[in-house]
């Protein structure tokens, strides 16, 4: 046993850094369902030999899923994580792995292979120190995290309805701060249909999809309401096929945030009830994809008192601040689970040629998260 874990993860610093570059520099992008595999097996061997029961459940199209557990009882502990990245094999070549100015570099290395680093280096400590876990761990090292989780959703709800509260690893926010509270939200595909006409010969027989469209538009950007919380974005926007056709047919992409469960209805609520402004033209809007909201409960607060708490016995402060992003927490906090996110690395250029992560803050976070891991 020792005081401080800090210490003794500073101490182990070496070998946690040459695993994290394992990592690294097996490239894994979401849709390289055979290079994802590769390093899912070298996560479940590492797993499975610290003694944990290793489950791999197969996906046909994404990197198969891995479910890890250890030890025992009914009640269970969720730690979500992620080793899919945003970026394409050969990334590793313009960014490799390295380590500069106190920090570590290379692709996927803050978002988020570091927190799967930290979580086993912090269970082969409690291991190695025999000590008592209150609850079950599961660790759920999802594949397809970074194009919104499609094979897992279903898995990861069903975990954490299972599940006492959840601890994601993924990066913190800005120099370290949990993130207790996620915007939810999604894409919707906004169509307008209208018919197509000579724009000299019969402009009065056509009805512009395009001037539909824009009505539309102007409308649901008009619907943000930042005291609220909520956003729309038009991304993209498409249609029409030459400047002398009446196009009959447009459609754009929008973004859209919510902070609230009753929030996210209302806007589903308001898109079902689009209406067309032009005269015999069409509107609809589909949702493609959508999570829930992560909302700070009463239960995440106490959850973050507690990890406050736990920091400041390893001498650090701990702070939270609420998100507009999403993560796998979304999916989590939907079934009443509370959730605490951002407990991996301290670094920043998630998605970015600069992702790193910062080396001095490597310890103290491992040792966050074995106390958590222990006393929760
Ligand atoms: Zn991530």
Redesign the pocket.
Known sequence: MTSSWTAYFQERLASILAELQTYVEMETPTHNKEAVDRLGTVIAERFRSLGCRVETIPQPVYGNQLRVEYGAGDEQILIL??FD?VKEIGTLQREPWRLEDGKAYGPGVY??KA?IIFSYFALQAIIDHGLPLQKKLVFFWNTD??VGSPSSEALIRAEAEKSACALVI??SYGDGLLKTSRKGGGEFLLKATGRAAHAGNDHAKGINAIEEIAHQILRIQSWTDYGAGTTFSVGTIRGGSASNVVPDYAEAAVDYRVSTRPEADRIKALLQGLTPVLPGAEVSAEIVTSKPPMERTALTERLFLHAQEQASLEGFALREIGVGGT??GNFAAAAGTPVLDGL?PVGGG?HAPHEHIVVSEIAPRIALLLRLLTTL
């Open positions: 994580g992620h990245t978002d988020m927190g995290e970074e993924e990066p993560s796998d991996g998630a």
